[in-house]
Structures are given as C-alpha cells and as structure tokens.
C-alpha cells in the first residue's frame, strides 16, 4: 500500500520533473513511510515517485519505482493484487523471470504478456501507472470498485497524476477553480462526497472505478471502462458464499507483516475475524471504537472478541481529538467529505499502528452488497409496487412532477431521476439565486452511467448498484482508504472481492431480504453461511453501523458546537455558489430543531474545508 505520483509532459514543457516528484512524495509521506523513490526521462519528460508502505517483499527488490529487467517498463503500484501467485506461475510458462517476491512484478511482466488484456484477469484491489518506454505509453488504471484512488489533471503543460489531490497541486497550470456542479451534487439525498469522476476543481479528475487510461507525451489518448459487471454462474447457496468469504480471507492475509481486524461486533466484521483465526498461527488482533464503555458497538465487540480469544483493545471516543482528526482528514482528501466514521476509523488505524500492525481487515461492503441496512425494507416495498405497476405506470406520467417523475423513468435511470428530481427544491435552499438554471447534475449523471450496467433489472437491485458505485463509496471504498493511509496503515476489505461482489450480484433478493417486515434477518444468506461461527447473539442482533452511538446531531449540539458556531459565523460563497445567510438561517433553525442534522453535517464538512483550505482560518 503506497502513494504515487508521475507526469508526462508535452515536448518543452519546461517543468522540473525532479521537483515536481519531490514536492508529490513530501505531501503523501502518510502513505508511505517506509520508503520513497523517484525516476524520470529527461528527454521523454516523464518521471514516477513512490511512498511505499512495505506489505510484500520487505527487501530492496519490493521498492519503487520498479523495472523490468530489460529497463523497457517502470511501474509505480498501489494496492495488492491476491491472486499474484496464481499469475505468476501463469506467466513462468510463458517464460518469464522474477526477481523479487512482490506482486508489483507480476503487473510488469504481466503488461509484457497480455498488454491492457491484463487488467480482467486481476484480482485485488490496485491503482497503477506503468510506462512503457519502447512506446512511450504511460498506462493508468484503477480497481473495478474504485479500493484504491487515483487522481489527475490535463494541463497546458502536460499529465499529471497522484493518489491524492495535495499532492496533485504540486503540478503548476491546473485548473483550481472550484467545480460548483461537483459541490453541489455531495448535498444531494444520501451523497456525502463527490462523485467520480469529478472533484472540487474544475481541472481535477478521478479515473473511475474499473477504468483505464493511456497517455502519450502529455496528452490522454484514450479512457476506457474495462469492468463489466457480471453475476457469477455457479448456483447460489449459502455454503458457496461461506467458501467464497473464507477464501477471500485466506488470501488477503497473504503479508510479509502482521496482520489485525477492525471488529464491531456486527455480523460483518465478526464473520471475518472468525474465519482469520482459522488461517492464524497466533491470536488474532482486533480493535473496535465507542462512545464510552456503555456503548453497545464494544459491548458486542467484547462478545466476539471472548468467544474467539483475540488480544482485542477497545477505545472511547474524544471530541477535541477527532475535531483534530476531522480537519486533518479534510486536509488529506484534498476537497470535502462527511463521514464521521472516517474519523473513529482513523483514531483504530493510529493505535493500530503503535502496536505494529500494519494490516487489518474489515467488513466494509456487506451491507452494500447483501442488504443489511433496514432502508433496504422500504427499497423492496418501492421495488415490488414498480413491478405490480409496470403497465400502468406510463399513463401515470401527466399525474407526476418533482420528485415524482422517476416513477416513470426507464430502467437502469430511476435512482437517476430520482436525484434530479430532488435538486430543485434542494438547491434553492442554499445556493446563490440564479446559479440553480446552469447548475449539471454530477449525481445524477454517474447514477445513470452505472444504472444502466445494473446486472438486475429489479429496482432494488439496480439502486443498490448505483449505491455501490456512486451513492455509497463514502462509506465503503473512500472508507477503506483514505482514514487508514493516513495513518499509514493498509485496510483490505474481504466481501468487496470480484469473486463476492459476482455472487452477491447473482443473488435474488429474496435471498438477502426473504422476510420484509423482518429488520433483524437482513442479509439472510450471509447470516445463514456464518451462522456456525458467529454467535447467535450477534447474529440475531438489531443493526447498528459502525460508530452508531456517536451520532452527528450530538456532535454537533454538543462538543463540537463552538467550532460549527465558528464555522457558520461567516461561511464562504465557494465563488459565488453558496447563499452565506441561507447557509446561517439554516444553522440556526437546526439548534432549534427544525432542521436536518444530515444537511447541516454536509454544509459543515463543505465549509470547514473551505475555510482550512482558502481563508487560513
């Protein structure tokens, strides 16, 4: 697990490579503190950098940038590639040679073997840049859900890329203008981010998820989606997804350093810590995070932990220590996200670290993936009454509007419409009056990009792949990383597996949710291939989602309020979108509790960056 960063320039281009590489490793040391190094062309104006966080190889022959033995490639490597092994004695056959024991050689010799073909047959989490000097082609890519980040910008002087948008700054002639449009699709419904591909600059991009990019001095050549969401063949069956989850374990313990588990006590993180210790020689680590000793997170956590005999260590929450956090966090990201389990999960990932894991695994996605949240229960209903009405609901579009109108929209654009619907009246509440009529929709477009790949032309199922795609990464892929890198700490996320998401994506809803009026038996299938290692306490137990007694309407009521009385004294326009006053009105109706703890949350996270990041303040 690294930071990376490189450019490749137009001829003349008069940038200082080396300075520019310098200035990206200085700002993403977080990622990777182990080591660092740097290559680049003169003549060609391409250079890589590498923050390397040593997970595989420990030795000097894991570092990067890495070269293939003839000098034509050089790769920098984020991420960890699980069926590296399998790959490698695949390409021994075809007469390759390795050097060292790291996967990121099997990227290289696999590019030599397959080219761009290569990309389907991994099977990790990853964000890569390799060049091919022979054809002076720099070749980018990123992950099928989008694990491991990857930015970058087009500028007059040629490409640059980073895993973090700081870093990505240090490129002079990018375009940081902020992206209104982007901005304003995070206050949408249940967005708390931006979406991909776009980001609070105008001149800053994401690479989505399962998509890659060629570039040629300078210039992107082509940009392309290599992942397509398919549901696996094999029959469906709770003992299927119980083999699925405990190889998906096995093999990302593969690590030359020891290996922890974050552990709520859900049926998520259990299931995977329960399956760990079967592979483990030694007590396997666990860690969780509450608001005090009460909380029923660690009082859950404690019960698992007991029941398999982990050296567990459990921390309380403290407010002017995640206030640090927060901003700190913000500053990372580069643009504004509200997540307050980002926070707690930075806070696990530091002591981790004191103890000297460097890796743990967590439950993230589940939920995402099996139907675990009890929103889900009205998603169905919604889902079912579209089927029963599928002939009549087009005679029904005269009778709709507003936030109606996704009613009658095709499939695989419903969650579509559904957010554009939303935006009119959300947006005229606080951004500057005749900025809503040119304002796009960056929600609502990638909902409709991803919809309509949707495997499962059921609404249930297609909103929830939105979700994973666009709506929910917050919580699931920018979770796994972002709060863990930095504090130097890798997080690997076992149910987000191709090989899971493929059967999850194959499973009929009735498997996940068979009882509707049933919030306790969510996710049945899952709850029915761990029932043998997780006990019946916890996996009959209410949801409840990680950090769930440290709410942001008490946060923000509470220990947290004088830095939100600070914030909404004097908000920032971001260039002309946000109404200040609105802004204000709508801070002070929310201490008198007229007003949504969620939509302030975001407006507070929005503003706090803004003021860190263009005030100073």
């Known amino acids: 697990m690294c930071g990376l960063g490189g450019v490749s320039l137009i001829p003349s281009a008069g940038i200082d490579v080396p300075l520019v590489l310098s200035g990206m490793q200085k700002i993403q040391q977080h990622r990777g503190p182990d080591s660092q190094g740097q290559w680049w062309n003169e003549c060609?104006?391409?250079?890589?950098?590498?923050?390397?966080?040593?997970?595989?190889?420990?030795?000097?022959?894991?570092?990067?940038?890495?070269?293939?033995?003839?000098?034509?490639?050089?790769?920098v490597f984020n991420g960890e590639l699980y069926n590296y092994r399998e790959l490698r004695e695949q390409l021994k056959t075809k007469g390759a040679t390795f050097h060292s024991e790291s996967d990121t050689e099997v990227l290289l010799e696999a590019y030599?073997?397959?080219?761009?073909?290569?990309?389907?047959?991994?099977?990790?989490?990853?964000?890569?840049?390799?060049?091919?000097?022979?054809?002076?082609?720099?070749?980018?890519?990123?992950?099928?859900?989008?694990?491991?980040?990857?930015?970058?910008?087009?500028?007059?002087?040629g490409f640059a890329f980073a895993s973090e948008i700081p870093a990505l700054r240090v490129m002079s002639g990018i375009n940081t203008n902020f992206d209104h449009a982007a901005l304003a699709a995070m206050m949408l419904h249940n967005m708390r981010h931006v979406?991909?591909?776009?980001?609070?600059?105008?001149?800053?991009?994401?690479?989505?998820?399962?998509h890659a990019l060629r570039v040629r001095s300078g210039r992107i050549e082509r940009l392309w989606r290599y992942w397509y969401p398919q549901p696996a063949i094999e029959e469906v069956t709770s003992e299927r997804l119980r083999w699925l989850l405990g190889d998906a374990v096995r093999v990302q313990l593969q690590s030359d350093v020891p290996v922890g588990a974050l552990l709520s006590g859900g049926v998520d993180s259990s299931a995977i810590v329960a399956l760990m210790k079967k592979h483990a020689r030694a007590p396997v680590r666990t860690y969780a995070l509450g608001l005090d000793g009460n909380d029923e997170d660690l009082r859950r956590a404690r019960v698992m932990a007991t029941h398999l005999g982990t050296k567990h260590r459990e921390f309380y929450f403290d407010p002017d220590e995640q206030w640090c956090i927060f901003n700190n966090l913000l500053a990372n990201y580069g643009e504004p996200i509200m997540l307050l389990p980002l926070v707690h999960t930075y806070a696990l990932c530091n002591a981790i670290r004191s103890d000297g894991i460097k890796v743990v695994l967590s439950g993230n996605g589940a939920d995402e993936l099996f139907y675990g949240y009890t929103g889900h229960l009205r998603t169905l209903r919604i889902s079912r009454w579209l089927d029963r009405t599928a002939l009549i609901r087009p005679f029904l579009s005269p009778f709709l509007s507003g936030s109606l109108e996704w009613v009658t929209a095709p499939k695989g654009k419903r969650k579509s419409a559904y957010y554009e619907g939303l935006a009119q009246a959300e947006w005229a509440r606080y951004l500057m009056p005749g900025v809503q009529p040119d304002l796009a929709n960056r929600a609502a477009e990638e909902m409709a990009y991803w919809g309509q790949m949707s495997p499962s032309s059921a609404f249930i199922d297609e909103s929830n792949f939105v979700g994973l795609m666009v709506e929910n990464t917050h919580s699931v892929t920018i979770a796994g990383d972002l709060s863990a890198m930095a504090a130097s700490i890798e997080i690997r996320t076992p149910f987000l597996d191709r090989e899971i998401v493929s059967f999850a994506m194959a499973t009929q809803v009735e498997r996940k949710i068979p009882n509707s009026k049933n919030p306790n038996w969510l996710k049945a299938i899952l709850r029915e291939a761990v029932a043998d290692i997780v006990p019946a306490e916890l996996l009959h137990a209410s949801k409840r989602g990680f950090g769930m007694g440290i709410q942001e309407d008490m946060l923000l009521r509470g220990p947290w309020r004088i830095h939100a009385e600070r914030v909404f004294r004097e908000p920032h326009d971001a260039g002309g979108l946000f109404?200040?006053?609105?802004?204000?009105?709508?801070?002070?109706?929310?201490?008198?509790?007229?007003?949504?703890?969620?939509?302030?949350?975001?407006?507070?996270?929005?503003?706090?960056w803004l003021q860190n990041g263009v005030l100073g303040v």
């Not at 591909?197 to 998820?209: E, H, I, N």
């Open 44 to 75: 060609r104006g391409v250079g890589l950098c590498h923050n390397r966080l040593a997970i595989l190889d420990l030795s000097p022959a894991g570092a990067q940038p890495m070269h293939s033995a003839d000098g034509r490639f050089v790769i």
């Open 112 to 157: 030599r073997s397959w080219g761009e073909d290569m990309l389907p047959l991994l099977r990790g989490m990853f964000a890569f840049t390799l060049y091919d000097s022979q054809e002076d082609i720099m070749f980018c890519a990123r992950d099928r859900l989008g694990e491991k980040p990857f930015v970058y910008a087009e500028t007059a002087q």
């Open 579 to 608: 109404d200040p006053h609105a802004i204000q009105e709508i801070w002070k109706n929310f201490i008198t509790g007229r007003e949504s703890a969620s939509r302030v949350a975001k407006l507070f996270a929005i503003q706090v």
């Open 195 to 210: 979406p991909d591909p776009y980001t609070a600059y105008q001149g800053v991009r994401r690479l989505k998820s399962g």
